[in-house]
């Protein structure tokens, strides 16, 4: 390859890549999520930023901040304790990746000068190479399995970009090991190889050296017919150990290549008139080069953004942070999310967004609609239908603050005039609301029990256990507080229960105890039937966002 078209490519693609981070990373200071961080401007984040860094450097928070480096980034300790077969896979890409990277890719620049006497054809470093190349490989696999088995119809979302990069990076791999296996069974190499060391291409002079290199380092001579004595081995060995001994290991050594060259033995010399060795660099390097160029531009961000964020929570827990340093944080969080749908399948309130028909009820795709800038009734009652557990904050393994997020996000759909359901439930009355259902013309949703979906509202079973005690209501602190009158409630928990177990469950949609209940979950855990209380007010919640909102906006009531 031209050395001046090798490195025209290379300073572009680093070029397009620099700019791209530049752009990525300065909408990071533009972006601003949630009413609180409207006022803060870009100079105040930037400071922001700074002092966070200097307070990190020359304080106690150091250490954190190094732990943070070794366990969560070096280690992917969160995605560890989340997901052991992902953290396997994602692990042996990421770590594959790198160190083919530093001894592989930066030969040049860096391993000569780590491990003086390096060639890429001596062992261990023809050995290492296949090995971190079949860790990519490995972990590709696993991930993309797991893939394909964790698939559901409100699946992550993932950008066709997305499958555009890995197919690019699975594509280097290939040609990559094609390059070397070709190299392995060509004899335009082997005779390229001969006159830079043995200062002879003559196939006579070399007939020692090819018939030892065709049986042990699987050179396909097509010319070699007659058969190999072992005074020609003999011969061969001896030019062998003087000419290429010190740069060559037997083939062999590159486990994944060398069965790959046997393949190709058959076509090896097709391969050689067609210079097949030169459109493979190509291949190879030029896509190296297209996957640096585009990074910045894909989803594939994270592997700079998730450290990034993993660092910042290690320097400085989310809680601690100024307005400015949450307004950064909040875009920041766009770009490091890996979409790994650990924080789905934690969700609380999973179950309805399959039963509202609503992916937005689940956190990828609310962050995907607030990087997005998406404002809709959809997205709307997937952020105020979320009860604020936690669980995806918990769970995620870039440690972003998912918690605050949604918060913020509340915060902006509401001042776009899409305020929380219990907002406008709240303008009526719980009997308006039942009448408005009984004279609505729409058809109605039918609830089978038994379905596989079934609401628990809509399964006796889940209710008809209750014995009215009123144990749920003395412990519920929207009750305790239902004296002052900013907090009344027409019905208490257990009169919740009776109207279900009488068959009126249109009568509870519109209680203003549906739409205040905190979710504390007192009630399901004092219940002494263990009746699933709160589980039942989140499920009512559900269905009169389906069924209140298509009567409002039918008859407009509002």
Known sequence: MSRALFHAALY???????????????????????????????????????????????????????????????????????NKSRWLAHWLMAAGFMLLLLMHALAALLTVKLFPGYESTRNPYLFLRNLFGAMVLVGMAMFLF???????????????????????????????????????????????????????????????????????????????????TAELMSQGRALHEADCETCHARAASAFVSYPLSRLLTPIAPILDQAQAHTWLLYLHVFACFLGLATLAFTRFLHAVAAPISLLAHGAAPPQACSSAGRATRRALALDACVACGICDAQCAVAPLARYLDNRYLLPSHKLVATGAGEMSLRVAEGAFLCTDCGRCSSACPVGLDLQDLWQATRGDLAGAGLPAPAQWVKTRSALDWAEALQSDAAPQRIFDPDAREAPLSADRSSFSRCVQCQTCSNVCPVVAHSTDPAFAVDLTPQKVMNLLRLGLRDLTLGSSMVWSCATCYQCQEHCPEGLRVADIMVELRALAVQRLGGVRSRKELS
């Open 12 to 82: 572009a693609s680093l070029l397009l890549c620099a700019l791209g981070l530049l752009w990525r990373m300065a909408g990071w200071y533009r972006l601003r999520v949630g009413p609180d961080v409207q006022a803060v401007t870009l100079l105040q984040r930037w400071l922001a930023t700074l002092r966070g860094l200097a307070a990190a450097l020359v304080s106690r928070r150091l250490f954190d901040l190094l732990g943070a480096l070794f366990f969560d980034v070096l280690l992917q300790r969160r995605l560890y304790r989340s």
């Open 146 to 228: 797991g893939l394909r088995r964790r698939r559901t119809r409100f699946a992550p979302a993932r950008p066709p970009m997305a499958a555009a990069f890995v197919a690019l990076l699975g594509f280097v791999l290939l040609t990559g090991f094609l390059l070397e296996a070709n190299k392995i069974v060509s004899p335009q190499a082997f005779y390229r190889m001969a006159k830079e060391f043995n200062g002879s291409a003559d196939p006579a002079a070399l007939k020692p050296l090819r018939a030892l290199w065709a049986s042990e380092f699987g050179v396909a001579f097509d010319d070699l017919k007659e058969p190999i």
